[in-house]
Nanobody, 114 residues
Framework: VQLQASGGGLVQAGGSLRLSCAAS????????IAWYRQAPGKQRELVAA???????NYADSVKGRFTLSTENAKNTGYLEMNNLKPEDTAVYYC?????????WGQGTQVTVSS
């Protein structure tokens, strides 16, 4: 499985971005799709995740502002980010779980200026 993340950039506080994660390769039986982020000097943290049953979890810090969605026909997942805050600044990674193996995308930088 190969994951290609895109959509990051520089935005002012209060702005919006939409991240995309395109999956290719052996994508059958992917049962968990997630977005993580890692800010400088901090541990990587879970932002949002959806399981094969469609249940979505969000970190408390992004609830009501971020929306995770998937477009199966395009093998793509999205993270819509609204009302961005400076503390959302981080490298964002998409990740999928297939069987017992976790696959990671390369990360996309999101910078929110105050």
């Amino acid at each position: 499985v190969q994951l290609q993340a895109s959509g990051g950039g520089l935005v002012q506080a209060g702005g919006s971005l939409r991240l995309s994660c395109a999956a290719s390769g052996s994508i059958f039986s992917i049962n968990y799709i997630a977005w993580y982020r890692q800010a400088p000097g901090k541990q990587r943290e879970l932002v949002a995740a959806v399981n094969s049953g469609g249940h979505i979890n969000y970190a408390d810090s992004v609830k009501g502002r971020f929306t995770l969605s998937t477009e199966n026909a395009k093998n793509t997942g999205y993270l819509e980010m609204n009302n961005l805050k400076p503390e959302d600044t981080a490298v964002y990674y998409c990740s999928v779980l297939k069987g017992l193996t976790v696959y990671w995308g390369q990360g996309t930088q999101v910078t929110v200026s105050s």
